[in-house]
């Protein structure tokens, strides 16, 4: 059940703000809150939590024990520094108003997001896959319809601000995890 917990809370925080929710909040803003738009963005992010989930199975097989702990700070890094480096923009242009075309979009922007990273991560380190891949797509699924619910929440300053802070906490959260399994700290 931690891992559940714990990957919960980390998706929920890290995913906040992410380009996934901007594309969703952009399209829900222009559009209306069409349910076809939701329905995509939930299967988009229940298919893209349980891939993080079935490649962390796989490498939670391939990796001994020690070396799993390691694994998860490099992943939780780099949620972090995704968090912190890439800025989604504020209203992404949709051309056209296409699901196919959506769901195209959010597969190829959550496949190296920081939410994935961190179901990823978490399911290795704490060598649970599926508990952090159905709490994963779970908070995925509760971001996505929050941001095709209310897209106006997004718009707000502090939601950036939120993103880098979650960023830098999962970064200093890697290195923690890091030199701890080296014995330095």
Same mark, same amino acid.
């Given at each position: 059940m931690p891992a559940f917990? *714990?990957?919960l809370i980390a998706v929920l925080l890290a995913g906040f703000g992410a380009r996934d929710q901007m594309t969703i909040a952009g399209l829900s803003a222009r559009q209306g809150q069409r349910p076809g738009v939701l329905l995509v963005?939930? *299967?988009?992010a229940g298919l893209t939590a349980a891939l993080?989930?079935?490649v962390a199975g796989i490498? *939670?097989?391939q990796l001994p024990p020690p070396a !799993?702990?390691?694994f998860a700070a490099i992943a939780l890094g780099l949620a972090g520094l995704e968090s912190l480096i890439l800025v989604p923009h504020r209203r992404p242009a949709e051309p056209t108003n296409s699901l196919g075309a959506l769901l195209l979009v959010l597969l190829t922007s959550q496949i190296t997001d920081a939410p994935r990273f961190l179901i990823f991560g978490m399911g290795v380190g704490m060598a649970a896959p599926i508990a952090s891949g159905a709490a994963g797509g779970l908070g995925a699924a509760v971001l996505a319809a929050m941001a095709w619910a209310f897209p106006q929440i997004l718009d707000n300053p502090?939601? !950036?601000w939120v993103r880098q802070i979650v960023g830098l906490l999962l970064v200093v959260a890697a290195l923690v995890? %890091?030199? !701890?399994? %080296?014995?330095i700290l």
């Amino acid at each position: 059940m931690p891992a559940f917990y *714990l990957t919960l809370i980390a998706v929920l925080l890290a995913g906040f703000g992410a380009r996934d929710q901007m594309t969703i909040a952009g399209l829900s803003a222009r559009q209306g809150q069409r349910p076809g738009v939701l329905l995509v963005a939930l *299967l988009s992010a229940g298919l893209t939590a349980a891939l993080a989930a079935w490649v962390a199975g796989i490498m *939670l097989v391939q990796l001994p024990p020690p070396a !799993r702990a390691i694994f998860a700070a490099i992943a939780l890094g780099l949620a972090g520094l995704e968090s912190l480096i890439l800025v989604p923009h504020r209203r992404p242009a949709e051309p056209t108003n296409s699901l196919g075309a959506l769901l195209l979009v959010l597969l190829t922007s959550q496949i190296t997001d920081a939410p994935r990273f961190l179901i990823f991560g978490m399911g290795v380190g704490m060598a649970a896959p599926i508990a952090s891949g159905a709490a994963g797509g779970l908070g995925a699924a509760v971001l996505a319809a929050m941001a095709w619910a209310f897209p106006q929440i997004l718009d707000n300053p502090a939601a !950036r601000w939120v993103r880098q802070i979650v960023g830098l906490l999962l970064v200093v959260a890697a290195l923690v995890l %890091f030199l !701890r399994e %080296f014995s330095i700290l």
